[in-house]
């Protein structure tokens, strides 16, 4: 069986497509996950959003048991939760911290990320593209694991 990668998604990003255009683009979270799973092939995903910070440590503790790797782009969360830090830590595959924007070219605000004290690799300002992006890197992450990766 092969196992999932997890695309989990933090707060205000069920708002894609209306949120902030400049900034975000006009893809809606939806149109993000088609890209991934097409990205995927015929690898499993499981993709998910919340606004809730307990609810993101549940799928991250799911995927520590069922998951592969997992892409996460935590949002504002990204820069405050070290329970979510603490559960990624746990996790034994790779891990991708995934931002729309650069936030490194942002307010002082976005340029201390946690999760980037854990994460394999990142991805920031490719715009949604980024998205599947990552998945192809993910993949390659897991084949370089040895990671069974379907033909
Ligand atoms: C998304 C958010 O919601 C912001 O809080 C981050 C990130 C940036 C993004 O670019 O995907 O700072």
């Not at 196992?3 to 939806?30: M, S």
């Not at 854990?118 to 993949?139: C, E, Q």
Request: charged share 20%.
């Amino acid at each position: 069986m092969t196992k999932p990668i997890y695309v989990l998604n933090g707060p205000n990003l069920n708002r894609l497509g209306k949120r902030e255009p400049k900034i975000y683009g006009t893809t809606t979270l939806a149109e993000v996950e088609a890209m991934c799973r097409k990205a995927a092939g015929s690898h499993p995903v499981v993709f998910r959003q919340s606004n809730a910070e307990f609810e993101i440590i549940g799928w991250i503790h799911e995927a520590i048991d069922d998951g592969a790797g997992i892409i996460i782009n935590p949002a504002g969360l990204t820069f405050t939760s070290i329970p979510i830090l603490d559960a990624l830590k746990m996790f034994p595959g790779p891990i991708i911290e995934l931002h729309i924007s650069n936030i490194h070219r942002r307010e002082e605000i976005y340029h201390h990320s946690l999760v980037s004290k854990i994460a394999t690799t990142i991805i920031a300002g490719a715009g949604a593209r980024g998205y599947p992006l990552a998945v192809t890197a993910m993949l390659g992450l897991l084949a370089d694991a040895g990671e069974r990766i379907p033909a």
